[in-house]
């Protein structure tokens, strides 16, 4: 939710609980996939990159794949018109979603070919630490626990921030809306709802390595 609406919510909360209960009984007999392609073209028509961000994850989450959202997307054309359609696409490129890699030589397919990943020698990851690597267009976190070896997707799971590595103990926060995760299980544990993307790992050779 936006801080304007979270603001109402606050200021007004009846008028506001009213308007939410309108918005869900309009959409009480639509099926959630479209239902969220409905509300990302609602973003994109009012050009609110944090909504679209938002609503965009929901979807894919509820299982659009990108080549529905991208027909949602043209067939709202008579509305949207090129203009945001072209920054509707500029914002999903950026969120490197794998998604929307089904385009054969875009740069998304490139990045997201899928395949094992050499993530470095696994003595530079002492037990008990994690690495931030950046490795085939995307950086990870690499962590060294006691259960074996984990690898993070750096992308908050809320809008696809990518997180730096500052840790407070095992505690890793996005510098954007402050979700919080454990960056040894990627569980979120405060302000958010979703972990961290986990890719799957192994030791090779002496080395770490990633599948994306
Ligand atoms: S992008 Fe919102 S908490 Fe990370």
Redesign the pocket.
Known sequence: MSDALDFLVKARPEAMGHYFAFLKDCGGRLDPKTRNLISVITKVHAQTERGLRQYLRRALRDGCSGEEVLDALLMAFPALGLAKIVWAVDVILAMDLPEFAFVAGSAASAVHAQGWHDLGPAGSVPPGETRRVECAGRAVFVHHGEGGWRVFDSR?P????D?PLALDGQVLT??????RFDVGTGACTE??DRPLREWDCRLHEGRVQGYW
Do not use: V
Not at 158 to 161: C, D, G, I, R
Not at 174 to 179: A, D, T
């Open positions: 908050c809320h809008q696809s921030t997180i996005c510098p954007k809306h402050g979700w302000h958010g």
